[in-house]
């Protein structure tokens, strides 16, 4: 799903060591794993956006969050076990760099000096696996995450809806692929549009309720 390094990984200095010439030295590690755990969050919203997009409008089936949960579930999963491989890596490249006082070779080719920020490496590798596990086991998160998920890709769709009618003008009875964005405009009227409206309503009616003068409600005799 995610390829390569692992997800807010910092790059290597450009002399192969994870210092670089001016001395920049990786941030505190709270301060990584917020960031790799809010990368890793974007790419799994990524992921169950285009999973729902193909589940609901090119499978033409019904968007439901019980169904796509686990999938989301699992998304947090696979990607928390990348960061976990990651700082196995980390922690392999730290024993290997033990006790090696040479020149680098490579980009990879870390030595004694670098023990340091490979250590630090691991740990923000392992405390953005900690998160997205705690994330993938907490229900409320999950459904946040379809919920974000689901708003992007409806929100994908409406945005292809108004660029066809904008630029094609095209009718009913002339557009080939209209029955089927049909549905996917009913699915974001049903599922977004609706909800919100109905959020936006409760908003009003508890912002009125608060501001009411509770001797105004009482009914003149």
Do not use: Y
């Given at each position: 799903?995610?390829?390569?390094?692992?997800?807010?990984?910092?790059?290597?200095?450009?002399?192969?060591?994870?210092?670089?010439?001016?001395?920049?030295?990786?941030?505190?590690?709270?301060?990584?794993?917020?960031?790799?755990?809010?990368?890793?969050?974007?790419?799994?919203?990524?992921?169950?956006?285009?999973?729902?997009?193909?589940?609901?409008?090119?499978?033409?089936e019904t968007f439901?969050?019980?169904?796509?949960?686990?999938?989301?579930?699992?998304?947090?999963?696979?990607?928390?076990?990348?960061?976990?491989?990651?700082?196995?890596?980390?922690?392999?490249?730290?024993?290997?760099?033990?006790g090696k006082f040479t020149d680098s070779d490579g980009t990879h080719d870390y030595r004694d000096r670098d023990m340091r920020n490979l250590r630090k490496r691991e740990r923000q590798y392992r405390g953005v696996a900690k998160e997205l596990r705690a994330r993938a086991d907490d229900a409320n998160a999950v459904r946040e995450l379809v919920e974000e998920a689901r708003d992007a890709a409806w929100g994908d769709v409406e945005a292809n809806l108004q660029r066809r009618l904008k630029v094609e003008g095209m009718r009913p009875d002339v557009d080939p692929d209209y029955e089927m964005m049909r549905g996917a405009r009913m699915q974001a009227l049903r599922l977004v549009d609706l909800p919100r409206l109905s959020a936006h309503r409760r908003t009003l009616a508890r912002s009125e309720n608060a501001g009411a003068d509770p001797a105004e409600e009482v009914p003149a005799e």
């Open positions: 799903m995610c390829g390569g390094s692992a997800l807010g990984a910092p790059p290597p200095g450009a002399d192969g060591t994870l210092e670089s010439r001016g001395g920049a030295r990786m941030g505190k590690t709270a301060d990584a794993v917020a960031e790799g755990v809010s990368i890793a969050s974007a790419a799994a919203r990524l992921s169950v956006r285009n999973h729902i997009l193909v589940a609901t409008i090119a499978n033409d439901d969050l019980a169904q796509i949960s686990p999938f989301a579930r699992e998304t947090l999963l696979s990607l928390a076990k990348e960061q976990e491989d990651a700082a196995a890596l980390a922690r392999t490249q730290r024993k290997r760099a033990w």
